[in-house]
């Protein structure tokens, strides 16, 4: 089958576009015909070698954490799904990716894709749309009614945010760069900030309950986001690479946001999409050959909006 693949740690050039053996399904595993992975920020931190404590890949390692395609083949053991069916999952990520025509894939990562979509375009959904939901439910445990600032709500995550924060009935103030603004105001955001021309604090005229910081900002301004905050509140930050500030005085918690895999929630997204109430927002379709080209791109900070990466047709 053909993969992309890096043998060594280091900039784009060393991804390339390979033949590999096709995976033998073991015992609790599916071989899944891909259909799309998508590119993650995460993917090209992998490949430069800054996560190997946390991600411990094996090397040579095929990346693309996303994954939606086809049950190819079933390993022992594995009950609930059948070849053909359509799946999107999240997969680990110290193993070997989708950016392949064949991943495996342990049988409990996976829920039936969306119909509503493109297959290839549900790769756009779990990673990003799990970190939102996590955030928003599992830590900040948003109700109706409360108030939410979304910190760098631009991006792929942010625009899954803003959506799920407004359908569980929250008033949603959302910061964003003017090429993104109207993508924000889309997805439902009741407050759009230019953060480049406003201070987020400055913006911010009343307390909110919830801040989501998923912007890279400078670590005054992050500091500065709890003050933002009722006493109580919480503010869960997406950026581990600076620890998330906290208020004790006041009770304002800091939490740092590790996503997880989760087919249960994943199953809830993908509701939400069929029902119509989630948008599935795809900048860009890319061949899997193409694919060390989209991390060079990101590299210089180009790459914008979501981009599915599509393997071969069969």
């Known amino acids: ?27 609790g595993q599916i071989l899944v015909r891909v259909a799309a992975t998508s590119f993650n920020g995460v993917d090209g931190n992998i490949r430069g070698g800054f996560m190997q404590g946390p991600i411990p890949v094996t090397l040579p390692h095929t990346p693309g954490i996303d ?9 022992e053991d594995v009950t609930g799904l059948e070849v053909g069916d359509r799946v999107v999952g999240f997969l680990p990520m110290a193993d070997d990716g989708a950016a392949a025509e064949y991943v495996l894939a342990p049988a409990g990562i996976l829920t039936p894709a969306p119909r509503s979509i493109p297959l290839s375009d549900a790769a756009a959904l ?15 445990k948003l109700t109706a009614g409360q108030r939410v600032l979304v910190n760098g709500a631009g ?23 003017p090429r993104s ?21 400055a913006a911010v005229t009343e307390l909110v309950d919830v801040v989501l910081n998923l912007a890279p900002i400078d670590p005054a301004q992050l500091a ?75 590299a210089t900070g180009e790459l914008h909006g979501k981009v599915v990466i599509v393997a071969p047709a069969a």
């Open 1 to 27: 089958m053909k993969a992309v693949r890096f043998h060594e740690y280091g900039d784009p050039s060393v991804l390339r576009y390979e033949d590999v053996e096709q995976p033998v399904p073991g015992t």
């Open 67 to 75: 994954v939606s395609g086809t049950v190819a083949a079933l390993g």
């Open 126 to 140: 779990p990673l990003v749309g799990l970190t939102a939901w996590q955030a928003l439910f599992d830590h900040a």
């Open 155 to 177: 991006g792929a995550v942010g625009g899954y945010a803003v959506q799920l924060a407004k359908n569980a009935d929250a008033y949603v103030i959302a910061t964003a760069r």
């Open 181 to 201: 603004s109207e993508h924000v105001e889309a997805a439902g955001a009741d407050e759009v900030v230019d953060h480049t021309v406003t201070e987020v604090s």
């Open 224 to 298: 500065a986001l709890p003050a933002l905050i009722r006493s109580g509140g919480v503010l869960v930050n997406t950026t581990v690479w600076m620890p998330a500030p906290s208020d004790e005085q006041r009770a304002v918690r800091g939490i740092d946001l590790f996503v997880n895999s989760d087919a249960e929630q994943l199953s809830r997204l993908v509701a939400l999409v069929d029902s119509g109430r989630l948008r599935v927002d795809v900048a860009q379709r890319v061949p899997l050959a193409q694919l060390p080209a989209v991390h060079a791109e990101a």
